[in-house]
């Protein structure tokens, strides 16, 4: 299923005021569209670095919602909006899966690398690398959903 | 997926001809990869110098290469670019591969389109 991008945007072009807003089907495929729209329309406004800590962020944060979020469920919506704030850009990202376990934002500690070859990590890094871009992470469940909102500082902490 | 293998004899250089490795082709990328150094032996060198994002399950995809090829045949990574390179040192795993600054030169002729 495509993503439905269209009739959910609305981004102003003004040179302070803009502000995305998306929502699309939680797929894999649908997740990779919106990124790359994302990041095309964020890049020029935000700096290419800033862009891409966004688009790091978003993508584990999405995942995880299509991942874990609808898992066992058909799949649903993901509502996103961008905008910008004082020294950064506002991130947020509302879903109707299942809540975070004990209803927080997962630890994210590292994996432990300290282990033998086979049985090196092939993931569990996804909350550690948000956490490692992003400031001021916070979640709450309101009325079935999950809302996730998190900050992108324009110049990396 | 776009990944073009060049024999240099002991060594399988692959260049991922992709800008991004993530959750959507992951699986994909383990499979092409696993087909690409069937009968190798040897290093495996996988040239990133095109790709401009990779997220936790690009990373993975990577780690699960490494671990099939084997400590016989080690994986190294070439030329990664800073957003890569910025998942690679949060989450430690710059420390697990050896990395080199750019791919191995490539001889005239040794080009073989996979």
Redesign the interface.
């Known amino acids: 299923m495509q993503p439905d991008l269209a009739d959910r945007q609305s981004a102003r072009c003004g040179r302070k005021a803009w502000k995305i807003r998306l929502r699309f089907r939680a797929r894999p495929l649908a997740v990779r569209t919106v990124l790359s729209r994302i990041r095309r329309q964020a890049r020029n406004r935000l700096g290419p670095d800033c862009a891409a800590r966004m688009e790091l962020a978003l993508a584990e944060v999405l995942n995880n919602v299509v991942e874990h979020g609808y898992c066992g469920r058909q799949t649903g919506p993901i509502d996103l909006t961008i905008k910008p704030v004082t020294g950064g850009i506002l991130c947020r990202i509302v879903d109707a899966g299942w809540p975070m376990p004990d209803l927080r934002v997962p630890e994210g500690r590292l994996p432990d690398l300290d282990v033998a070859f086979q049985d090196l990590p092939e993931g569990g890094w996804g909350w550690a690398l948000v956490r490692g871009t992003v400031s001021g992470l916070r979640y709450r469940r309101n009325r079935g959903r999950n809302v996730v909102v998190f900050r992108i500082p324009l110049t990396p902490a | 997926m776009d990944l073009q293998q060049v024999n240099l004899g002991d060594v399988l250089l692959v260049r991922v001809n992709e800008d991004?490795i993530?959750?959507?082709i992951a699986i994909q990328f383990k499979e092409r990869m696993r087909m690409l150094t069937a009968g190798h032996r040897g290093r495996v060198i996988l040239d990133l110098g095109r790709v401009?994002?990779i997220?936790?399950?690009g990373?993975?995809?990577i780690?699960?290469v490494?671990?099939f090829l084997?400590?016989e045949r080690p994986l190294e990574l070439a030329a990664l670019t800073?957003?890569v390179a910025?998942?690679f040192r949060?989450?430690?795993?710059d420390?697990?591969f050896v990395i080199h600054d750019r791919p191995p030169e490539t001889p005239r002729g040794a080009e073989d389109a996979a």
């Open positions: 991004r993530d959750a959507a401009t994002f997220d936790s399950s990373l993975g995809a780690v699960a490494m671990k084997g400590p800073p957003n910025r998942v949060l989450t430690r795993m420390g697990v």
